[in-house]
């Protein structure tokens, strides 16, 4: 039956599996992201469609890392001089092109690490951004659905998918198709992978704060806005990383 309780009842083993299952790679990227931060770097998180909540996650939310950026489509109109109109296209994030642009507008340093976010892992934007970051050196964690990308084609013109360029990939436990919930006569309802994307995140950024405490140094975590002293404590992180971390509303 289609319900709230029968959606909570089918995500909590995808969330049970997502913990059990992904432990090895969670250590890995946060290794990745902690050696990274640690020597000046900063966190490039880009996720196109819905998984720019996954993006959103990572960045500039209290109790949060403070040395990350969230990268969008977007950013060609907000940072670049990309016509707004532009951005009504619904499939512009098939475009390889745009990558470029995206990587351009960041102004990424050489010790950034960037994780790349994408249900399908297929489409022209995010594959052509994670061969980009590749080939530029950084290190590159990528998000999405093992089951899912396994059962597509690629669209991007080198055949590969966000997978295949990674050094570490996290499964966020979606099945194929995002949606949990089988609907009768076919389809289904219900997508899954926003809930275990923003899992992810926070499993990451717990990772991350625990090597610093073991490297004996103090991790830049952002307080929340709202409660007393929140923004001159968040200013002041802030301001280690002037000119590269970018806030907008």
Known sequence: MISAQGYADAVRPVLDRVVDSSADAI???????????????????????HSEAFAAELVARAGGLVPTNRL?????????????????????????????QIYALAEPHPRDVFVVASQSGINGSVVELAALVTERGHPLIVVTSVEHTARVAPRHPSGRRL????????????PYG?????????????????????????????????????????PPIYLSANVPGGDEHNLALESRYAGRLRRTA
């Open 163 to 174: 997978a295949d360029l990674a050094d570490v990939v996290l499964d966020n436990g979606a």
């Open 72 to 100: 969008s489509i977007h950013d060609l109109v907000l940072h670049g001089d990309t016509p707004r109109h532009v951005l009504a296209d619904p499939k512009l994030e098939r475009d390889p092109t745009i990558a470029h």
């Open 178 to 218: 995002d949606a949990l919930l089988p609907l009768e006569g076919g389809g289904a309802v219900c997508a899954v992978s926003s809930v275990t994307a923003a899992l992810l995140a926070q499993l990451l950024t717990a990772e991350v704060v625990r090597r610093f405490h073991q490297a004996g140094e103090v």
């Open 27 to 49: 250590g890995a990227a946060a290794d990745l992201i902690a050696d990274s931060l640690r020597s000046g770097g900063v966190l490039q998180a880009f996720g196109a469609g």
